[in-house]
């Protein structure tokens, strides 16, 4: 079972009574497909929880590869997280506008560096909005210092060479959180140059099944267990996920999280990597 103290959800209602805690950072992590055509800063500027500061994952990632918002180096991410105000005994709570993307992702990254004190708005910002709590508007306001030191959890990254030795073992489960018709090879991927297809032995979860269907809101434990079951996905047992980029492959990891599973790694180059990689074998849905 999870030892962590910290939930990995929070409600609005928590939030709200705990937003001014100086130990609370919150962070606005909304980050959308070019398809939607939002600017997710100029989104922040107009209106974010009190306080928020705004994480931007394509910001703090890794810039020496083609691959889009790769993990940070150690270093790089714990100066991020430290002129954001975040030390070790700081409670990260995060948030999004676009349905867990990419809240999660920063969930899974803070967990990644070490740091277990993170917990995801559960609706996001829907939910503070339903509860009709206040908003703010402009630039971030600057925050004292945070000291935090990170340290990589490896057992949470999967890299393209450990997936290729992963795929030999019965034991291993990988799933594939992008939607089912990307999964099986008969729609385009939106990002140009990616073949269409999926990564043999990997199942298919579209990340919004694991969503309840009137709001953005993670589904209860029970019914999370139903869905993963209907996957035909054991959370007892290790488990891979990746997606089109390696955000929301997190909202498997979190909605894994909720049953009692903290390992789960994600494949962070994903499909964007894969995909790009004509030696690399797929499986489309015309040839299995």
């Not at 055509?37 to 974010?48: I, T």
């Not at 032995?201 to 919004?208: D, I």
């Not at 009692?260 to 004509?278: F, H, N, P």
């Amino acid at each position: 079972m999870i030892m962590n103290s910290i939930s990995s959800l929070v409600t609005s209602e928590w939030l709200f009574d705990h937003h001014q805690r100086p130990d609370v950072v919150i962070l606005d992590a909304t980050w959308t497909l070019p398809a939607q055509q939002r600017d997710s800063q100029r989104d922040f500027r107009q209106s974010h929880l009190p306080g928020a500061q705004f994480f931007d994952i394509d910001a703090i990632a890794e810039h020496n590869t083609s691959l889009p918002h790769m993990l940070p180096s150690t270093e790089m991410f714990s100066l991020c997280a430290r002129q954001l105000g975040i030390s070790s005994d700081t409670h990260v709570v995060v948030y999004d506008s676009n349905q867990f993307m990419a809240s999660a992702r920063v969930w899974w990254t803070f967990r990644v560096f070490g740091h277990e004190k993170v917990s995801v708005l559960n609706g996001g910002m829907w939910a503070w909005l339903e509860g009709d709590y206040p908003l703010e508007s402009g630039a971030k306001l600057p925050r004292a210092l945070g000291t935090l030191k990170s340290e990589r959890q490896d057992h949470l990254v999967v890299t393209k060479d450990q997936l290729i030795t992963k795929m030999g073992s019965p034991s291993h489960q990988l799933v594939d959180a992008r939607p089912s018709d990307r999964f099986k090879g008969i729609a385009q991927e939106p990002r140009p140059g990616l073949r269409s297809g999926h990564i043999p032995g990997s199942r298919s979860l579209f990340f919004k099944a694991l969503l309840d269907q009137e709001s953005p809101t993670l589904l209860p434990v029970k019914t999370l267990e139903r869905v993963f079951e209907g996957a035909g996905i054991d959370p007892q047992r290790p488990v891979t996920a990746s997606c089109g980029s390696g955000v929301t492959a997190a909202v498997i990891a979190l909605g894994l999280y909720q049953l009692g599973q903290d390992k789960v790694a994600i494949y962070d180059g994903s499909w964007s990597e894969w995909g790009l990689d004509d030696a690399l074998p797929i499986i489309t849905e015309a040839a299995s």
